[in-house]
């Protein structure tokens, strides 16, 4: 069964700095996707950013980006030029691929709580 | 941007009662799926559905829990009998082509007293 870690249970950054969210994941898949998940206060879940891991190009969204190394099983999270909206819960999460027999389901990470200080 | 909707946004019942928790997914999505979020711990898989049946499901996802989708718009939860460990943050989500992330709803709180 798939696993996601994300070590740091809680973040801080300055406003208009710079924040990494690491994300590590054990998976014995050779095609499967990660996402980004945000989480504010309101407890509604958004989707940040995903990567298809057959793509060896890194996902930007606007002022998020990951960072992306297949072979370390490491999915990470830049958020540059940080806003006081960025405050949430994020989440790591992992699917498999359906064509490859895998489950629907998605496998989340434990939370990173990122503060962001004005 | 096309959302979906859960209802209600929160719900009291006592221990034991019967409570359905509903979701509007998105129109044209054809997958559809139920996590649940236990206060502070982590979002975990309840159950997945497709063309009328329960694709998959989890550990979690025992006989106190059914799905349904009754009228090809609603998507439904209903759990029997609560329990106090049953509040939770109950999410629906929904997906269209299987290359993209779901999108959740923005969740049900449920207590359970």
């Known amino acids: 069964a798939q696993t996601v870690t994300q070590s740091q249970p809680e973040m801080s950054v300055q406003e208009a700095e710079t924040v990494t969210l690491s994300c590590t994941y054990d998976?014995?898949?050779?095609?499967?996707?990660l996402f980004w998940y945000k989480q504010p206060p309101s407890r509604q879940m958004i989707l940040v950013i995903r990567q298809e891991a057959y793509k060896q190009q890194n996902a930007t969204e606007n002022r998020f980006s990951v960072n992306f190394q297949k072979a370390a099983k490491s999915f990470s999270l830049k958020i540059s030029d940080s806003q006081l909206g960025d405050a949430a819960m994020y989440f790591c999460a992992y699917r498999s691929l359906l064509t490859q027999g895998g489950s629907e389901k998605l496998v989340f990470g434990k939370g990173t709580k990122l503060t962001v200080n004005p | 941007e096309p959302e979906v909707t859960q209802t209600p946004s929160h719900q009291v019942t006592q221990m034991g009662q019967e409570v359905i928790l509903r979701c509007v997914p998105i129109?044209?999505?054809?997958?559809f799926y139920w996590y649940r979020q236990i206060l502070g711990q982590k979002v975990e898989f309840l159950v997945s559905?497709?063309?009328?049946?329960?694709?998959?499901k989890s550990e979690i996802f025992d006989d106190q829990f059914s799905v349904e989708r009754p009228d090809g718009s609603n998507f439904t939860l209903k759990i029997r009998s609560t329990k106090l460990e049953d509040s939770a943050m109950y999410f629906c989500?929904?997906?269209?082509?299987?290359?993209?992330?779901?999108?959740f709803g923005s969740g049900t709180r449920l207590t359970v007293v």
């Open positions: 129109s044209n999505h054809l997958y």
């Open positions: 998976t014995s898949e050779s095609d499967y996707y």
């Open positions: 559905f497709y063309n009328n049946e329960i694709s998959e």
């Open positions: 989500a929904s997906s269209g082509p299987r290359i993209y992330g779901y999108t």
